[in-house]
């Protein structure tokens, strides 16, 4: 049986991937996230609605920086948290995935964090839990990394106010991103008027016409006139294949500088999921210029995450 | 000076192994253990009995699944948990084990979670902490492995009720595990009306004949009419070593199949102490059949744990 | 712009260093640390007044015993810990420390506990980070160790009362040595009647005439009529390079025996920052006697480091 991650109240009961989410779902996870803010200080505060409860991070590619947010967000909501070190331990005895799932559920786990680098593995695991438990993705192989596509939302959401009258970048390996796919996913329901991808032709995804975006081959088309420019990371697997020529090459056809953002509209914000390649896919002083909100992506993500996590279990709670 | 794991009014105040542990002291435990699930929906409560305390896990062996439910048990608790991965800090450091504990019993770590592989090791670190520190043995060598088996009798009581009239077969490595010497120390001090052993010849253990056990050395014999089949985990060791032929071999002659299950109780049930090795000791159909409590075992570890915390915690504070 | 780590009202809002702190602003550090014991049993007392703070353990070197220090002192204020393997995760992406740090920042996290094998890093750090954000020196390179040296001046004060009246002799590697270098600092600002320092020539400072410091080279002379005698670590570096001979020699010239121990005052005590190198700078039986306080100088770094955490936030709060 294959889980859905809505219940028949509409309610969120897994997160897996954003295609199939409603728009009123996606802006009821960006208001719930938006009330985790103090409107006094900017600061995100501490509500124990998990408290009692536990969170699992089993992550297997290894990823501190996403682990911490869910630890933190987690945390802010006063669970139990358990970092598991798949890794070293579990798989090193030879016990299957399902058998590590299903033992960890038997403790009472409530929520499972999940990055896996195979397509499809968060999916499973849900269709494998009990009622009980709650799988979050936290980044499945190149196919969805829902998360980045809710806080990158909320980031524009935050800056540049209502979706329709947007016109939104997204530029670099296309082809091979988890966080594109959830980007085009979220912002297509959101209804953004226009949807752009680039970049190099071998890192265009193949189904680029069932997207409902537009496709360009060339930066600073892509750029013009946008509201919105996304740069993602070039993965080191691709600077070490031969999908792209070099790195100081990449920067030429495909870096955002400050002479080609400045074909966007004056007001356009920067943004990049992290970490980021300085001097490959971006010019240091875009990435800490002013149009750069690479960092506030961050803050949101914990604030995103938290609004996941309490969405999920009260949906829980009274389904 | 032998530290007691009983104090003189028979308060538990540490608990390194199962035999010498009274009847009466074993129930208290299971009764505790009990007191920590919700009835209506069969959840593991918090109980913040041990808030403001520290519990340290210090694994030598690491075993992540382990050490996730001792971690999990404590923050149940509400105590402060630290894990401590010794293998990479102090050891290569060449502090000694003695200089390590006595440093971090200088931290006011109230409890020490502590598995090692070789035996007696918990009972060594017990000698040395001082009247506040307790030690919980999370396995140490081929010795003793308590709360494995504590949860085990939980397991048992559970699901068939009072000891006197049952009859229990363990079967695999018994020579080698700290497991089975647990199950044996508890089981018999319950007063199960039969308790069988089994396994290949050079997997039995010397001093079989002190054991209180009847040893068969055949799988059908040993489980027929059994109430409960406790299958053991063929160590990785011991498949590189001579000590088992092939894993096909071991199955045909040791593994619990439907067929040989028959043979037991119409109702008996099947343990596992986990992770499993499908196929080689169990077969993944009675693994996961009816009769199979395995992942029940698990949950129940959770709480097991809890009670000796919170017993243990209980009888420093008043003694 | 270089930070400070006392804003204009005199409060401390970083720790970066002992040099530059007044007598006053230690002396609060030292009476709040004992505020934290509970003066019934001498256990120290969970005070939540970091509930809902965050506070990141960034260790570029590992050390479980200082990390575990930090963390249980975080701990018992309340904090939410975040342990950050920096290793292995972000710095293989080939992010920079100061990516890596404003990224963090902006996971709102209060406060990041720091160690770093460079000099300087934790100063760096603060000049990076905003207002609302505060670092914690845990050790870089050989330049400082502050809250080592706060610890010593505590255990010191405890032990022996005033300062104006004490003699302090501080043997082995001074050269290569953050722990001297902030024992030197807090132990001249708080005016100790002699300090003094011993070691091989090629391992006492280069500006030892800068240090305020009387410098012997014979351990005999140096423990001569001292109330209090540290003895440092020789570091494994050390030992494998030419620095010192063999590590017999070096004890027969430099290590702390209870015959040295008789030439100081017949109530000295004796102090090691831990871990112990036992018969290489420290006697067993000298380490383990009656006048040592290694284990309470532990305890009282717990004590230390919650008084330092508590003092920043009550800063930045009323800053």
Same mark, same amino acid.
């Not at 609605?49 to 009692?52: A, E, F, I, S, T």
């Not at 294949?241 to 070099?246: A, N, Q, R």
């Given at each position: 049986m294959t889980a859905t991650q809505v219940n028949e109240h509409g309610q969120l009961t897994h997160l897996l991937q954003l295609e199939g989410l409603s728009k009123a779902q996606i802006l009821q996870i960006l208001d719930t996230a938006a009330s985790f803010f103090n409107p006094q200080d900017g600061s995100i505060v501490k509500k124990p609605?998990?408290? &009692?409860r536990t969170v699992a991070n089993l992550f297997f590619e290894p990823s501190t920086r996403t682990r911490s947010t869910f630890e933190l967000a987690a945390k802010k909501l006063d669970a139990d948290v358990l970092n598991l070190d798949i890794g070293t331990s579990a798989t090193t005895k030879g016990e299957s995935l399902l058998d590590t799932l299903q033992t960890l559920q038997a403790m009472h786990i409530d929520m499972f964090v999940i990055r896996h680098k195979e397509n499809g593995i968060p999916q499973y695991c849900a269709d494998q839990v009990g009622p009980r438990t709650a799988i979050l993705n936290a980044g499945d192989g190149n196919r969805a990394h829902p998360t980045q596509g809710l806080l990158d939302a909320y980031s524009i959401r935050k800056h540049? &106010? #209502? /979706?329709?009258?947007l016109t939104v970048t997204i530029v670099g #390996? @296309?082809? /091979? !991103?988890r966080v594109a796919r959830s980007q085009i996913a979220v912002l297509n329901t959101l209804g953004v008027k226009e949807l752009r991808i680039a970049g190099p032709d071998n890192l265009l995804p193949e189904n680029a016409d069932d997207l409902d975006v537009v496709v360009h081959r060339n930066l600073d088309d892509a750029v013009r006139d946008a509201d919105v420019v996304i740069m993602l990371r070039v993965q080191k697997e691709r600077m070490d !294949? #031969?999908? @792209? *020529?070099?790195t100081d090459a990449y920067f030429a056809e495909w870096g955002l500088t400050k002479e080609r953002l400045k074909?966007?509209? *004056?007001d356009a914000i920067v943004m990049h999921p992290g970490p980021m390649n300085r001097g490959i896919e971006i010019a240091s002083d875009v990435a800490d210029g002013p149009q750069s909100i690479i960092l506030d992506q961050v803050t949101n993500g914990i604030a995103v995450r938290m609004a996941v996590m309490s969405l999920i279990m009260s949906g829980r709670n009274s389904g």
């Open positions: 609605v998990l408290r &009692g540049k &106010g #209502d /979706f329709e009258n #390996d @296309i082809r /091979f !991103s !294949s #031969d999908l @792209i *020529p070099t074909l966007a509209k *004056p």
